[in-house]
């Protein structure tokens, strides 16, 4: 966020223990910004498509727009509109928000998943597209994996690690050594790498919570820290099913692409299984457990607004309700709720709301819809400013880097290492926790120091550059 340079002399012997520490933490803060900024940049600026496309038209059709008349025609004979439309088996009906806003269905034809959007008075089919096939998604698949898959996966994981290591570092350098006032306002009376270096430090300071919040929801999502140990620590228990039949599958099988369709707490849950007799009383003994039934029932249980109903998959699939605010079903996440019922019985194999959830998985279920700027249009506002911020983080950082470099020559100019690293025992402890915490920063970290101290430290342009 900072690199106060003027606190340290250029000749390491006769630097202060402070100054030492100064520079070390400097030096980090800079690495950590080579592979972060355009991992930064590519994330915000995705992150904004996201916001606007979502605010604006919708992921899933829930914005278009219908005339209210009368009563609605039955779902079923919706749903007959939509396959006829497009042949396919139904996979999904979501129910509109809002009496003006149209019923969607998406379909599962043999080539690809489409979306339907229906007019739920009149019937009519108002438009078809593929699902995961929008300008929300392509966004949306940079922002995951770079489009490169597993190996983009890993990049921005490592992206998101050092980026806290660059928040923490970059903390440090703002500290106020003197006039508080002057880390809280940016100084517009000085000029060059003065005043870019303190519209980037205070910048900086005022979105580090947010960046914070923002990285740790977005590492949850990843393949190694998110997938393997932190989600894998705080799914949904099975054992709370209360003895119904599991399915092979779990939730996370509901999911297409790189959206998921479900509560991060639940992606890893076995699904409950249908043709049993376990469950307790759902839909009424008599009724026939289908979509017209099923969104009724979905109904008389709170689900008010829109939620969405997953039709079963195979022989012992179940049909699920779900409310979810990361889907922008609604701005509450404390409402959020998930139902499973038995295709043949009608009975509730599973009711799970968001009091069910464990610590991490409250913590997501409210951060995720947070981090997507689903949360009403404040959140809204709050993202894109937050997202502007981040771009302008990183551009004053790379002004800063140019404006300090003293000739072309210089190629990195990265910070001067100090002759004696200070705490270098409680440095070499902490790099040991964050290895085992988050194992690919703690691996990069390991790589950055090997490369510093046995290369960089070792070439006589760098030397003569940082001494």
Same mark, same amino acid.
């Given at each position: 966020?900072?690199?106060?340079?003027?606190?340290?002399?250029?000749?390491?012997?006769?630097?202060?223990?402070?100054?030492?520490?100064?520079?070390?933490?400097?030096?980090?803060?800079?690495?950590?910004?080579?592979?972060?900024?355009?991992?930064?940049?590519?994330?915000?600026?995705?992150?904004?498509?996201?916001?606007?496309?979502?605010?604006?038209? !919708?992921?899933?059709? +829930?914005? *278009?727009?219908?005339? /209210?008349?009368?009563? =609605?025609?039955?779902?079923?004979?919706?749903? %007959? $509109?939509?396959?006829?439309?497009?042949? !396919?088996?139904?996979? +999904?009906? *979501?129910?509109?928000? /809002?009496?003006?806003? =149209?019923?969607?269905?998406?379909?599962?034809? %043999? $080539?690809?998943?489409?979306?339907?959007?229906?007019?739920?008075?009149?019937?009519?089919?108002?438009?078809?597209?593929?699902?995961?096939?929008?300008?929300?998604?392509?966004? %949306?698949?940079?922002?995951?994996?770079?489009?490169?898959?597993?190996?983009?996966?890993?990049?921005?994981?490592?992206?998101?690690?050092?980026?806290?290591?660059?928040?923490?570092?970059?903390?440090?350098?703002?500290?106020?050594?003197?006039?508080?006032?002057?880390?809280?306002?940016?100084?517009?009376?000085?000029?060059?790498?003065?005043?870019?270096?303190?519209?980037?430090?205070?910048?900086?300071?005022?979105?580090?919570?947010?960046?914070?919040?923002?990285?740790?929801?977005?590492?949850?999502?990843?393949?190694?820290?998110?997938?393997?140990?932190?989600?894998?620590?705080?799914?949904?228990?099975?054992?709370?099913?209360?003895?119904?039949?599991?399915?092979?599958?779990?939730?996370?099988?509901?999911?297409?692409?790189?959206?998921?369709?479900?509560?991060?707490?639940?992606?890893?849950?076995?699904?409950?299984?249908?043709?049993?007799?376990?469950?307790?009383?759902?839909?009424?003994?008599?009724?026939?457990?289908?979509?017209?039934?099923?969104?009724?029932?979905?109904?008389?249980?709170?689900?008010?607004?829109?939620?969405?109903?997953?039709?079963?998959?195979?022989?012992?699939?179940?049909?699920?309700?779900?409310?979810?605010?990361?889907?922008?079903?609604?701005?509450?996440?404390?409402?959020?709720?998930?139902?499973?019922?038995?295709?043949?019985?009608?009975?509730?194999?599973?009711?799970?709301?968001?009091?069910?959830?464990?610590?991490?998985?409250?913590?997501?279920?409210?951060?995720?819809?947070?981090?997507?700027?689903?949360?009403?249009?404040?959140?809204?506002?709050?993202?894109?400013?937050?997202?502007?911020?981040?771009?302008?983080?990183?551009?004053?950082?790379?002004?800063?880097?140019?404006?300090?470099?003293?000739?072309?020559?210089?190629?990195?100019?990265?910070?001067?290492?100090?002759?004696?690293?200070?705490?270098?025992?409680?440095?070499?402890?902490?790099?040991?926790?964050?290895?085992?915490?988050?194992?690919?920063?703690?691996?990069?970290?390991?790589?950055?120091?090997?490369?510093?101290?046995?290369?960089?430290?070792?070439?006589?342009?760098?030397?003569?550059?940082?001494?």
């Amino acid at each position: 966020m900072a690199d106060q340079s003027h606190v340290a002399t250029r000749d390491p012997e006769t630097n202060t223990l402070p100054q030492k520490l100064y520079f070390a933490v400097w030096r980090w803060h800079f690495y950590a910004g080579l592979y972060v900024i355009p991992f930064f940049l590519i994330l915000a600026v995705t992150g904004l498509m996201m916001l606007f496309i979502s605010q604006f038209d !919708g992921r899933d059709g +829930e914005k *278009i727009s219908v005339t /209210a008349q009368g009563e =609605a025609i039955s779902v079923s004979q919706q749903a %007959d $509109a939509a396959t006829t439309a497009v042949p !396919g088996d139904i996979v +999904e009906w *979501i129910g509109p928000k /809002a009496d003006d806003l =149209a019923t969607v269905f998406r379909i599962k034809t %043999d $080539a690809r998943q489409q979306m339907v959007a229906v007019d739920p008075y009149s019937g009519d089919v108002i438009q078809t597209w593929d699902r995961r096939a929008g300008w929300y998604d392509f966004a %949306d698949n940079i922002h995951s994996d770079l489009l490169i898959g597993t190996a983009g996966d890993r990049m921005i994981e490592i992206a998101a690690g050092l980026g806290l290591v660059l928040v923490l570092t970059g903390l440090y350098l703002w500290w106020p050594r003197g006039n508080a006032k002057v880390a809280l306002i940016p100084n517009l009376k000085a000029r060059g790498r003065a005043l870019w270096k303190s519209l980037h430090a205070v910048t900086g300071f005022y979105i580090s919570i947010l960046l914070i919040l923002f990285l740790i929801t977005g590492l949850s999502w990843t393949g190694i820290w998110g997938d393997k140990i932190i989600q894998a620590w705080s799914s949904f228990p099975a054992a709370k099913w209360d003895n119904v039949p599991l399915s092979d599958d779990t939730h996370a099988s509901m999911n297409h692409g790189n959206q998921n369709d479900v509560p991060w707490a639940l992606e890893k849950t076995p699904m409950p299984a249908s043709g049993s007799d376990a469950g307790i009383p759902g839909l009424a003994e008599g009724d026939p457990v289908d979509i017209d039934t099923l969104v009724a029932f979905g109904a008389s249980m709170g689900m008010q607004g829109r939620f969405r109903i997953a039709y079963p998959n195979g022989e012992t699939g179940v049909w699920t309700m779900n409310r979810d605010s990361m889907s922008s079903d609604s701005s509450e996440p404390t409402t959020d709720r998930t139902i499973h019922i038995d295709q043949y019985t009608g009975k509730i194999l599973a009711d799970v709301r968001f009091e069910d959830y464990s610590a991490m998985g409250k913590f997501m279920a409210l951060g995720v819809p947070f981090h997507m700027g689903l949360m009403g249009t404040w959140n809204f506002i709050l993202n894109v400013v937050f997202c502007v911020a981040v771009i302008f983080v990183c551009i004053s950082g790379v002004i800063m880097w140019i404006i300090r470099r003293p000739s072309k020559a210089a190629r990195l100019a990265a910070p001067p290492a100090p002759a004696e690293m200070p705490f270098w025992k409680g440095a070499a402890l902490i790099t040991v926790l964050v290895s085992i915490a988050f194992p690919l920063l703690g691996l990069t970290l390991l790589a950055v120091l090997a490369f510093d101290v046995l290369i960089l430290s070792n070439l006589p342009a760098v030397k003569r550059v940082c001494s």
